[in-house]
């Protein structure tokens, strides 16, 4: 048995992500794909546009053959920490042969040749490194200067920072490296529409997740981007009002701030005394949330770091508990969110080699996690209400709840 492992947010599941669940297969001769999917929260800290479990159908239906949540507190992180937590998730079913994953470069040695520098952190490229991040730069930023500074023959190769795959690419190689995996990385170099490309062109058969997203607000056909039946999936979703924007949570952001005003936030997961700061003196001039993160960007702090960390705070994800996660392996369980009927063999053989519980009922969990396992999953139950109940407020509908909606299998 051959099994590839996919690291997905699938927001919508378009074209280019059939075509590369196809690629994978073909070019590695797997068996079965394995989903690592990021659940009602992604990593630019925003809520999916439509629920995990309408992704995760897309998905299956799209050649899938088991989807896994990926807990928020990594969902919502970082690169480095989406891949510590993603790569953990596919590591500890015991399955996982490969991790496949696109980039803009698609040069896997060179891929594995910037991750190995970061990941040792050199004396000389660290001191380069601090020098731009006290000049004011940003992180991202800092780094690729300090790359191309300790290195000059990786000045080409130093742009492979630049690009968003390149970026989770080296970070999902790193956290291999850790972890001393027995997954072989694969990269499929990305084609077609760039990751944050916005529009799309009439008819287009490629298009970007974000090329997607503003097509929906607008009212204009996507549907050629998309695999039929993931359009019909979504278009079901927005006949229903389903789709869920950044600023439904405006006002639960705001009461939660305001409530924490004077104690300010730095309690909560990568919220510095100074951001905590900014946040408490600009909150004044809130109206919603989009708008309020652009009142709190500044030249070192990124607008995605910035909803990064107001998601973290709506959502009660805490410095100390993603500490007290990484002390038990970043993941203690695999929650199931679909399979295929014919991919049986595949959660098999899970049961047998995995190291963690996997979790298929919801109201199983209480009796087979305890501690930090079930502290997070509570957490995640919580998070997930959150979504739910913003929905069913703008839709007038009752909330899904997590104990009563069965798993996805096709």
Not at 43 to 58: C, E, H, L, W
Not at 167 to 190: D, G, V
Not at 203 to 216: D, G, H, L, M, P
Request: net charge negative; hydrophobic share 40%.
């Amino acid at each position: 048995m051959i099994v590839n492992g996919i690291v997905a947010e699938y927001n919508p599941f378009h074209n280019g992500h059939i075509a590369h669940i196809e690629q994978s297969k073909n070019h590695t001769n797997a068996d079965y794909t394995v989903i690592a999917m990021s659940g009602n929260y992604v990593q630019r800290g925003a809520p999916a546009v439509i629920d995990k479990y309408t992704r995760t159908k897309m998905a299956l239906e799209g050649g899938a053959d088991l989807v896994l949540e990926l807990p928020t507190c990594y969902s919502t992180a970082s690169a480095e920490y989406f891949a510590c937590g993603a790569v953990a998730l596919l590591d500890k079913i015991g399955v996982v042969d490969y991790l496949s994953f696109g980039s803009e470069c698609g040069d896997i040695e060179v891929l594995r040749h910037i991750a190995s520098i970061l990941l040792e952190e050199p004396p000389e490229f660290s001191e380069y490194m601090q020098r731009y991040l006290k000049e004011g730069y940003t992180y991202p930023l800092a780094r690729n200067n300090a790359l191309i500074q300790y290195e000059n023959s990786l000045f080409d190769a130093a742009k492979v920072l630049e690009e968003p795959n390149n970026i989770l690419a080296i970070e999902y190689i790193k956290a291999l490296i850790r972890r001393n995996s027995a997954i072989t990385p694969f990269t499929i170099k990305r084609q077609g529409s760039n990751y944050h490309d916005r529009y799309m062109a009439d008819n287009a058969t490629t298009a970007s997740a974000q090329a997607i997203r503003e097509a929906i607000s607008a009212g204009t056909d996507f549907s050629n981007a998309m695999p039929e039946s993931a359009f019909n999936d979504l278009f079901d979703q927005i006949e229903a009002g389903n789709i869920i924007d950044l600023d439904d949570f405006s006002s639960m952001l705001y009461y939660k701030l305001l409530s924490e005003k004077n104690i300010g936030y730095t309690s909560y997961f990568d919220v510095s005394t100074a951001l905590s700061d900014r946040i408490a003196n600009k909150l004044g001039s809130f109206t919603s949330f989009k708008n309020f993160i652009d009142e709190v960007k500044s030249k070192d702090r990124t607008y995605t770091r910035i909803s990064r960390c107001l998601m973290h705070i709506l959502l009660d994800i805490t410095e100390r508990d993603v500490e007290s996660y990484k002390l038990i392996d970043f993941i203690p369980y695999a929650r199931v969110l679909g399979f295929r009927r014919d991919a049986e063999p595949l959660l098999s053989e899970i049961k047998c080699r995995s190291k963690i519980p996997l979790i298929t009922k919801v109201a199983d969990a209480s009796g087979i996690l305890y501690s930090e396992p079930w502290k997070m999953f509570r957490n995640e139950i919580k998070a997930n209400e959150i979504y739910y109940s913003t929905r069913a407020i703008k839709t007038c509908t009752p909330a899904k709840n997590e104990y009563s909606t069965p798993l996805v299998i096709i």
